[in-house]
């Protein structure tokens, strides 16, 4: 089992708030792995997944959010991992993608 990789930037608070959002994903990266998010914000994700990416590793995550037809596909850096966790910063997010997003987890709860 892999050992826990932090980034120092986690101390830092994040620029949008996520919420808990528990839906399946795709990420591209060297091979396609799927799992889980964790929460979900227009920066990023976490997610669960069952696989190694390196922290760094621009990936192509793929979910698709609740009450919008068209699959999400965003590139996606890996800012954190701790075991099958992994936390996931958005690269190139268009302001639409980001209505999208926001629309979807504005009921949510909002993660700790």
């Known amino acids: 089992m892999p050992g826990p990789q932090k980034e120092q930037s986690l ?22 792995l799927y799992g889980r ?9 976490g997610a669960t997944l069952p696989g190694n990416i390196e922290i760094g ?31 996931f910063r958005f690269t190139h997010i268009t302001e639409e993608q980001k209505a999208l997003i926001r629309r979807a987890t504005r009921d949510l709860p909002v993660s700790p």
């Open 57 to 87: 590793q621009i990936a192509e995550v793929e979910f698709q959010l609740p009450l919008h037809a068209e699959p999400l596909k965003l590139q996606a850096e890996v800012r954190y991992r701790q075991g099958f966790q992994y936390g």
């Open 11 to 32: 101390n830092t608070p994040r620029a949008f708030p996520r919420f808990l959002l528990d839906i399946r994903i795709i990420v591209r990266g060297k091979e396609a």
């Open 37 to 45: 998010t964790k929460d979900l914000g227009e920066g990023g994700l």
